[in-house]
């Protein structure tokens, strides 16, 4: 199964964007989500993460700026990212966990990655 990202693009810094990211197959839940991203040169780095239960925490530069979300029915999650900044600039990676199968075990899945650009 893959994870199918949307929702990047080029914007002016203090614009917004929403990324979105579903499985490609139907599972039957997905308790731990997540968006991390990857600058050119840098390491890629986690920008917010939310479970089932609703918990969310983000990287502390992008708190009050971007906000996760989740659609547990479609086992969906979305970041919206508002008030851009040209250090937002990176390739937007969707992580889950799924579970297939009541009882078994998760499986990490990670999407394609969707480029984010912002200038100033």
């Known amino acids: 199964v893959q994870l199918v990202e949307s929702g990047g693009g080029s914007v002016q810094a203090g614009g917004s964007l929403r990324l979105s990211c579903s499985p490609s197959e139907t599972v039957h839940s997905s308790p731990d989500m997540a968006w991390y991203r990857q600058a050119p040169g840098k390491q890629r780095e986690l920008v917010a993460r939310?479970?089932?239960?609703?918990?969310?925490t983000y990287a502390d530069h992008v708190k009050g700026r971007f906000t996760i979300s989740r659609d547990n029915a479609k086992n969906s999650v979305y970041l919206q990212l508002n008030n851009l900044e040209p250090e937002d600039t990176a390739v937007y990676y969707c992580y889950a966990a799924l579970i297939f199968f009541p009882d078994w075990p998760p499986v990490q899945a990670w999407g394609q990655g969707t480029q984010v650009t912002v200038s100033s």
């Open positions: 939310s479970t089932v239960g609703g918990r969310t």
